[in-house]
């Protein structure tokens, strides 16, 4: 039985194809990479699941029930989080705060008043679920740090707090590896496989060490269509894709988009 299941998408930009019959799915408890050169569609697709865009064709299939496509607004209830390729984090916000904005926002609390003093039982349970969220990051000792003191690395730490705090059931992952170092990107592959216990993970990433490393499966995006899926091994000799990604074998290196 599958989480998410995305069938028949296509999505035009006037004249320009930009998705054409892209079929995804992803099971529960399972981490699926979507990898494909600069421009063949994968943030479309993310942004298509999200209800930034309103795709021409298609049905979302949630839980195995066929259902219109999310509003931005309604990811929350749906158990569904996304992170950006950016940070998007508020720099006069200490971490804590910006992970528990991020949980008012969803649950409609009121962090604002809390911290007028209106809601107290609110503003802890919030306080308490945003610090098992930089906990589950190794942030906890950051938490009354400005996010505008941190160095771009750790800022993406608590990017990804924030979406896991609203303990989602599909989290998506917009090139979290971008910008990271080495001992960074080897903190990420671990959190990534750890997630499965507790979430599905759907990756847009350019970092192909990293997609080949923790996915269980993997789709490839050409041109707005899907060219081939399979585990890493069946996609990094697909010929389809060695193709794609002008005639070089060796996918899995760091050039890769």
């Not at 990811?75 to 949980?103: K, S, W, Y």
């Not at 000792?141 to 505008?148: D, N």
Request: charged share 20%; net charge negative.
């Amino acid at each position: 039985m599958s989480l998410l299941r995305i069938e028949n998408l296509c999505v035009n930009f006037g004249g320009l194809k930009a998705l054409s019959a892209v079929n995804i799915s992803v099971e529960p408890g399972e981490v699926v990479g979507l990898i494909g050169p600069n421009g063949a569609g994968k943030t479309t697709v993310f942004n298509s699941i999200c209800g930034f865009i309103s795709p021409d064709q298609g049905s979302f299939i949630w839980n195995e029930k066929r259902t219109s496509w999310p509003k931005p607004h309604q990811l929350h209830t749906l158990g569904i989080a996304r992170t950006l390729q950016g940070v998007g984090l508020f720099p006069d916000l200490t971490c804590l705060e910006n992970v528990m904005v991020a949980l008012d926002h969803q649950a409609k609390t009121g962090i604002v008043r809390g911290l007028l003093g209106a809601t107290d039982r609110d503003e802890r349970k919030l306080k308490n679920l945003a610090m098992e969220a930089l906990d589950q990051v190794g942030a906890t000792s950051l938490a009354q740090v400005r996010a505008s003191q941190l160095p771009f690395p750790t800022r993406k730490r608590i990017a990804l707090a924030r979406a896991l705090a609203s303990e989602p059931t599909l989290l998506l992952l917009d090139e979290p590896a971008g910008g990271l170092g080495a001992d960074d990107i080897d903190w990420l592959r671990g959190l990534i496989s750890s997630l499965r216990s507790t979430c599905s993970v759907l990756l847009v990433e350019h970092h192909m060490e990293v997609v080949m490393s923790v996915s269980d499966r993997i789709y490839v995006l050409d041109f707005g269509q899907i060219i081939s899926s399979g585990n890493a091994e069946e996609v990094r000799t697909d010929e389809a894709v060695i193709a794609a990604y002008l005639g070089n074998a060796a996918i899995g290196r760091e050039r890769y988009a």
